[in-house]
C-alpha cells in the first residue's frame, strides 16, 4: 500500500520562502508520478506541480511556474517543493499525492492520484 507523508508547512511573512517533503513508501518508487496539490480556504483544491520520478520530467500550474520548484531524490524516497517569494494567496493546505503513469495530458486531474498524504498547512502573511 502506497503512504505519504507531507511536511515541512508553517506561518512565513510573504515574500519568505518554505520547502515541503513528501516522503513515499510502499511502491517502486522509480515508477510513478508525484503530484502536489492545494486547498484554499473557501476553494476546491487545486493542482499546482508534478513529477516524474522515473524521468524527472515536470509540470508547473501558471499560478506557481518560477516561483516554486519540485525535485525528488529517489534514493531517499523523497519529493521536495521548494516555494519562494511566497504569497498571501498562497496560503492552503498542501497535499502531494502519487499516480502510475504520469501523463502531460492528465497531470492536472485529481481522480488519476490514487494515494493522498493528510496534508500540510502553509499560512502567508502580509
Known amino acids: 500500500e502506497v503512504h505519504l507523508v507531507e511536511s515541512g508547512g508553517g506561518l512565513v511573512q510573504a515574500g519568505g520562502s518554505l520547502r515541503l517533503s513528501c516522503s513515499v513508501s510502499?511502491?517502486?518508487?522509480?515508477?510513478?508520478?508525484i503530484g502536489w496539490f492545494r486547498r484554499a480556504p473557501g476553494k476546491e483544491r487545486e493542482w499546482i506541480v508534478s513529477?516524474?520520478?522515473?524521468?524527472?520530467?515536470?509540470y508547473y500550474s501558471d499560478s506557481v511556474k518560477g516561483r516554486f520548484t519540485v525535485s525528488s531524490d529517489n534514493g531517499e524516497d523523497m519529493v521536495y517543493l521548494q516555494m519562494n517569494n511566497l504569497k498571501p494567496e498562497d496560503t492552503a493546505v498542501y497535499y502531494c499525492?502519487?499516480?502510475?503513469?504520469?501523463?502531460?495530458?492528465?497531470?492536472?486531474?485529481?481522480?488519476?492520484?490514487?494515494?493522498w498524504g493528510e496534508g500540510t498547512q502553509v499560512t502567508v502573511f502580509s
Open positions: 499525492a502519487s499516480t502510475p503513469s504520469l501523463l502531460k495530458s492528465f497531470v492536472t486531474r485529481e481522480e488519476l492520484y490514487s494515494a
Open positions: 510502499g511502491f517502486t518508487f522509480g515508477d510513478y508520478g
Open positions: 513529477i516524474s520520478v522515473t524521468d524527472s520530467r515536470t
